[in-house]
């Protein structure tokens, strides 16, 4: 560097935050989040009343299974994580998929959980149930707010610090920008499916209420289940710097999101479940993808990995 030269100044790194939601957007989380949540509350009522056929069962189960996976395959596993490379039909199917969960566009969830693990249970977590004490009113706060809370009066996470990569990803930012009509076709699809098999509109409106609103209900609750729930209780045999627990009795209906534990000590392994007994569908799956030559580069738990997080005794 010559005389004349001046060192350059340090970057300073993106702000955490980018803004505030608008009205319209606090509208539009507030439709989501409760529109499926008065569903299920009248879910017992509406089945004493007029029933609930197999066909919305299995509509339920379809509809909840391919939004569900697309949610910790794709957004979570894949888009989060790079737990694994996939093939261009199949990242975007994940996308779309995911998007079928009505829990935001790729990017902004993307956002949201990589700045959650940069600052797990401290401040800046978007969702720690940790914020606020360790009273018993202050859990029971924090709870609420890691559960759902968070979603009603939240700052927006800086996709441009958080998901770079995802806002330059052309596919990515399409998905993203349809994401209204993927919402859309979740609730719609199984309505119409119901009503051209049984050749009835009631049996599309039954559809769409137990396919389409009470499985997106009960999907997110699984969702911030993970948020909440296992954040507090559970067991952890890995250590991390955080509070992530294991919680079993959510293994099969989280795709094996509950084994939170692991995840944490290793975030970017491709199954949670990596110890005995634990189910972990969504690595299932990916072990599949990877079988089919549509996923690469899997992060799998091999034992040399493993050797790497500290067991807790």
């Keep these: 560097m010559s005389a004349t030269q001046t060192p350059a100044k340090p970057r300073r790194p993106k702000p955490v935050i980018s803004g505030r939601t608008s009205l319209s ?16 509350a009248v879910a017992v009522p509406f ?37 694994f490379k996939a093939k261009r039909p199949l990242r975007i199917a994940l996308a779309i998929a995911g998007n079928f ?12 959980h990589r700045r959650h693990h940069a600052f797990s249970d401290r401040a800046g977590d978007p969702h720690s149930p940790w914020l606020f004490g360790t009273g018993p009113r202050a859990l029971a706060k924090g709870f609420w707010h890691a559960h759902m809370g968070w979603l009603f009066d939240r700052e927006i996470t800086n996709a441009e610090r958080f998901a770079p990569d995802l806002l330059n990803d052309r596919d990515i930012r399409t998905v993203d920008r349809l994401f209204p009509v993927w919402v859309a076709a979740s609730f719609l699809l ?69 084994w939170h534990n692991l995840h944490h000590a290793d975030p970017t392994c491709a199954r949670h479940g990596v110890l005995r007994g634990q189910i972990d569908i969504s690595a299932r799956l990916i072990w599949l993808f990877e079988k089919l030559g549509w996923a690469t580069n899997v992060r799998w738990p091999t034992p040399a990995r493993l050797d790497r997080i500290t067991v807790a005794h």
């Excluded at 969960?101 to 949201?112: L, N």
């Design 25 to 40: 957007e606090h509208v539009t989380v507030k439709i989501f989040v409760l529109a499926p949540l008065v569903a299920m």
């Design 47 to 83: 089945a004493w009343g007029w029933g609930l056929s197999w066909l919305d069962i299995g509509l339920g189960a379809l509809f909840f299974v391919l939004s569900g996976l697309g949610v910790t395959i794709g957004y979570h596993r894949l888009f989060t994580h790079g737990s």
């Design 101 to 112: 969960a009505a829990q935001g566009p790729v990017t902004t969830w993307v956002a949201d």
């Design 190 to 258: 199984p309505g119409i499916l119901g009503g051209l098999i049984t050749w009835s509109v009631w049996g599309g409106v039954t559809a769409l209420f137990w396919a389409g609103f009470v499985r997106v209900g009960l999907l997110h609750h699984v969702t911030w289940s993970v948020n909440s729930i296992c954040h507090m209780i559970g067991e952890r045999p890995f250590t991390s710097r955080d509070k992530a627990a294991n919680f079993w009795p959510l293994a099969i209906l989280s795709f094996g999101e509950s």
